[in-house]
């Protein structure tokens, strides 16, 4: 990936089995924490979205993901790894435009700081979406 | 005093200017923000908070040549 945080279109199967594997070095990391965002294919005004189109600010996405991260691991003192990917351009409804993962030593933080990192994504990440129908 | 400085529109912001970028010239952030709703009167119910060379603004501050302004509509990611 160009950029870390931002990838072009949906978040691939693939792409998310490779991310799962960040953190295989670490043997310390007993837990880890998933969370994977879709488009949801919602009727607004009697129409079904069927896909999203997300921009985002990339220039300023990455000092933002780094602060997350650093604000997350200060929260969490067992967290050890934060992944953050988020979709820019198009992305299907049923396809997955958001990656959070958490790894950690153990269950608790690994999952709280999972939920915290996600409430933070929505609260700081420049990304704007347009749905399409 | 007055510098020429680079805004960028995100969101719903571009959709009301129809513009992504453009140059104003603007001595600080308050009188930016005066200058870009009489260019754009429908931004006026838009919610928008605006980064200063890629660092939110929390409060108003003078501009110099060149900074980067991004006017950002509430964020929507996820």
Known sequence: MKNRYLVGGPITPLLISELFTLGNDDAGAG????????????????????????????????NEVD?????????????????????????????????????????DHATRACRHTLEMVKERLPVWKKEIY | MSSTVKVLYFGAALEMTGRAEEEIGAGDTASLRRDILDRYPAMKELTFRMAVNRVLLKEESLLKENDIIAILPPFEGG
Do not use: C, P, Q
């Open chain 1, 31 to 62: 837990a880890v924490s998933v969370f994977i965002g879709r488009v949801r294919d919602d009727e607004v005004n009697g129409h079904r979205v069927t896909a999203i189109e997300y921009s985002a600010y990339s220039d300023m996405a990455g």
């Open chain 1, 67 to 107: 602060e997350i991260v650093k604000t997350v691991k200060a929260a969490f003192s067992d967290v050890r790894k934060v992944i953050i990917v988020h979709s820019t351009g198009v992305v299907k409804a049923g396809e997955t435009s958001l990656f959070i993962m958490v790894t950690a030593g153990h269950r």
